[in-house]
């Protein structure tokens, strides 16, 4: 896709509807990401990850199931960005190195209890949220809930929107994210 298709915008050039999403953004960031100036030509499509965004953080799952599921998406859609992103978020949140590694390589995790995450995620993305019982029984099984199993159905549809239109508009690494690239 020719990068002048979704320029990144600034505050200024940006649509109005964008614009208070952007500062958002940049007020918590401390910068504004390269791949918000290019979701910002959709002020819808930006609005509605950001929102979708954080109420998938409100939800009952922990920190470290969130982004055991958005890793496995990102990696799932090939989303170099959203991997980058994902990395710096999982070790500040003081995950180990054999489970990042795992979940960049789409691997076998070494906590059953994420495993259980990824490999329902999974599931649920391949038989379009048609699971089976036994499928539904090992992911509860692993101290997880039918409102988990719900939440993990948010959770794909926010990040399947993020690493789509991040790989859409070609959104580069931030220099903030390069050395978890």
């Known amino acids: 896709m ?20 952007m500062a958002a953004v940049a007020q918590k960031q401390g910068y504004m990401p390269a791949a918000v100036t290019r979701l910002a030509s959709s002020p819808e499509l930006l609005n509605g990850f950001l929102k979708m965004s ?6 009952t799952l922990d920190p470290l199931a969130r982004e055991t599921l958005i890793m496995t998406v990102a990696d799932r859609n090939g ?5 980058a992103m994902h990395t710096a978020r999982l070790t500040a949140l003081g995950a180990d190195a054999g489970t990042i590694a ?16 990824r490999q329902f995620t999974l599931a649920v993305i391949a038989t379009s949220g048609a699971v089976d019982e036994r ?3 090992t992911f509860l099984a692993h101290g997880y809930t039918s409102r988990n199993a719900l939440e993990v159905v948010l959770g794909i549809g926010a990040y399947t929107m993020s ?12 220099p903030q994210l390069a050395e978890f690239a």
Do not use: K, Q, W, Y
């Not at 954080?54 to 939800?59: D, K, V």
């Not at 795992?102 to 995450?117: M, N, Q, T, Y």
């Not at 690493?163 to 931030?174: F, G």
């Open 102 to 117: 795992a979940l960049r390589e789409g691997s076998l995790l070494p906590d059953e209890r994420l495993e259980a995450v």
């Open 2 to 21: 020719p990068a002048t298709a979704f320029p990144g915008h600034t505050l200024e050039s940006a649509p109005a509807a964008a614009r208070p999403a």
């Open 79 to 83: 989303c170099h960005l959203c991997v």
């Open 135 to 137: 499928t539904l029984r």
């Open 54 to 59: 954080a109420l998938f953080e409100s939800t």
């Open 163 to 174: 690493t789509l239109a991040n790989r859409l508009t070609d959104a580069p690494i931030d």
